[in-house]
């Protein structure tokens, strides 16, 4: 297993860059990146909405990456099969992605985990919030949404309650 082997990030829905767990310990080896985004049949089960937000997405995903003088791979077909490809085309050593967790989704990944340790490759499923850069230390970041809620002694909706002031981050 060579030092310079690239490692793959497999972006699936967090299409972030800047706090994305799986991106981050990729980078944090110093090799080279290679980010693939497979539309694969879980993705394109999606409605007309969300492949149309999917899409925008991708493609501020691509202009970022290519702002940054990296690339995204777009691939189509069954997870594995692409993944097994793009590890035998760049002789990858590790695969990173972001968990998801529906049962079809944790399904896809166990079988996907087996096949590339079968063959050499090591799988890496950052968990979602899990590691934030802060001044050289990770830090857990709170994968739970801001939820808003209505304080106590605040008044009514009638009597100038706003939204706003009833919101609060819940960490």
Same mark, same amino acid.
């Given at each position: ?39 694969? %049949?879980?993705?394109? /089960?999606?409605? &007309? #909405?969300? +492949? ?6 991708? =493609? @501020?995903?691509? $202009? ?42 944790? %399904?896809?990944?166990? /079988?996907?985990? &087996? #096949?590339? +340790? ?6 890496? =499923? @950052?968990?979602? $919030? ?42």
């Amino acid at each position: 297993m060579s030092n310079a082997a690239p490692v793959i990030v497999w972006f699936r829905r967090d299409l972030r860059l800047a706090d994305n767990p799986a991106l981050l310990a990729a980078a944090a080896g110093g090799r080279p990146v290679i980010c693939l985004f497979v539309l694969d %049949a879980q993705a394109e /089960a999606i409605g &007309a #909405a969300a +492949r149309w937000h999917l899409g925008q997405g991708l =493609a @501020a995903l691509a $202009g970022t990456l290519r702002h940054q003088g990296a690339q995204l791979i777009l691939r189509r077909g069954e997870a594995l099969e692409v993944l097994r490809t793009a590890v035998g085309e760049t002789g990858a050593r590790e695969v990173h992605w972001g968990r998801l967790y529906t049962p079809e989704e944790m %399904a896809r990944d166990r /079988a996907v985990k &087996a #096949a590339l +340790r079968a063959e050499g490759v090591k799988p890496r =499923a @950052a968990t979602p $919030g899990h590691c934030w850069p802060n001044l050289g230390r990770w830090r857990r970041v709170p994968a739970e949404p801001i939820a808003c809620t209505r304080l106590s002694g605040a008044p009514s909706r009638r009597r100038g309650w706003s939204r706003r002031r009833a919101c609060r981050q819940s960490l």
